[in-house]
């Protein structure tokens, strides 16, 4: 039976044991977006606190990021009732953007019922996604510049790749130790966050059904990859971190990453910029198939 009304009564935090649940009903639903993966809000836990409601086979999710509560519009076979409970409830206990990261499909979905209501873009949390046949081959002239940093890369190091397991697991451990003293982790906020939500995933690597390769020079681990299956013909990089001492190094794990991806995968979802000036240019650099693009609702227009 529907319920009537929502409430944060109904919702719970997000615990590993479940994952059964989310697996179940993304073979179903498969997420859009990189932030509604699993992987992603178990891992950013402490930074985002995760809530879910799981109601008449709709997922709804909430953060609470101190103190700032933003809905996630119903996940599952679109229901105008349930929507309209989301849209209540946003409006009683949310922020003033109470409701965030609507994808286009949802967005367009919502205009058919209310043709007024306003979206806002949040372009810093597009995702960007990729043919990995592109990124595997870099092929055409759109790719020069990045086969220039790879071609010195690859000639000047002599590399080794290796997928993650369990014999390496601890050199993985260690390596991301001095990724973080590289970019000392510990005086940014995000960055700490990111060194919490890595560390979590690695030491649930094969609960959460990762995968990932290491690049290895003079047998040491310089960069690593992370990576899942996102929905049937797209993968996620969840978290890719390099040595800075190695030019080109990045250029390597992406494309490595990419070889080993397009074996099974038609894209490759490499989440967001963050409005990052740096991060974005990379990412366009790799010239994305398509963005994932994501708006937000006021709370004065609900």
Known sequence: ML??????DDFKPIKLEDKNLFDNHYSKYPPMHSDNLFTTMISWMDYSNYQYAYLNDDLIIFTNINNIIQFRLPSGKFNKEVVQQVFQLAKKEGSDSPIGLIDNEMKNQILKIW??????????????????????????????KIRNRLNKFISKYN???????????????????RWCLWKDCDSDILLENEKKAILYSMSHFFELNL???????????????????????TAVVHYEKGSPDYDGIYKAINQETAKILQKDFKYINRQSDMDLPGLRKAKMSYRPYRMIEVSHIEKKNL
Not at 116 to 136: E, H, M, P, T, W
Not at 159 to 177: D, P, R, S
Not at 214 to 232: D, H, Q, R, T, Y
């Open 3 to 8: 319920k009537t009304s929502l409430s944060l």
């Open 115 to 144: 043709p007024g209501l306003d979206f806002i873009q949040d372009r810093k949390y597009y995702d960007y996604v990729y043919l990995a046949s592109n990124l595997a081959d870099l092929s055409g002239s759109d790719y020069s």
């Open 159 to 177: 590399y080794t790749i290796e997928k993650i397991t369990e014999e390496n697991m601890a050199e993985v451990g260690n390596f991301l130790k």
């Open 211 to 233: 995968s990932g390769i290491a690049v290895l020079i003079n047998g040491k681990i310089e960069a690593i990859a992370v990576f899942e299956k996102m929905s049937p013909d």
